[in-house]
């Protein structure tokens, strides 16, 4: 099941496209199978760990190891393709670059729910700051717990949370169901 990530997402057996070839080329790399591979597993998997997209990866490229995924994430990070992600507990999680959108992380479930919001992407530096800073990127996380949860919950859940409006469109993922406007990825273990 694929993202909704945009345009810049490649479809599941296609060539991720010219765009991240150039891209490469501009930083002196080669768009390479394996790289082409890595690159649309992060795309149709959204919030991923190293190993749950080497898990995807090896269906069509059996003896790639783990490390060249490292090495291969790494690399489309550095040309800005993909950005990291600290999940809750620190795990490490990679996502497509685009679009631009920001994180709710649910402490109980530990998904990572995409907000995507133009107000978010508008706030300033404080004004102590200006003119010192340059922002390439802004990424705003917030934290506490999904409406999923916090039905499990009930009371003992917080009241307050992020308004369903701001919660980003998208397919839902893995087992049971969504509340509508949000897309959930997995962020660490995978459960049974």
Sequence with gaps: MKSGK???QPSAGGPPGRELAELLRA?????????????RAVCELGHASPRQIH????QTHPMLSLNTVYATLE???RVGQILRLTGLEGSLLFEAASPIHHHF???SCRRVLDIQDPTLDEIPLPA???GQLTVTRRRVEFYGHCPRCRRHLGSAAPKKEVPPALLRRGKARG??????GVRRTRSG????
């Excluded at 087992?175 to 509508?180: H, M, N």
């Design 175 to 180: 087992k049971g169901s969504s509340p509508p």
């Design 189 to 192: 273990p995978r459960r049974a």
């Design 6 to 8: 945009g345009s810049r």
């Design 55 to 58: 898990e995807i990866v090896r």
């Design 105 to 107: 992380h649910c402490f």
């Design 75 to 77: 690399t489309l990070a």
């Design 27 to 39: 930083h002196r790399f080669r768009l390479t199978s394996q790289r082409a591979a890595v690159y």
């Design 128 to 130: 102590s700051t200006r």
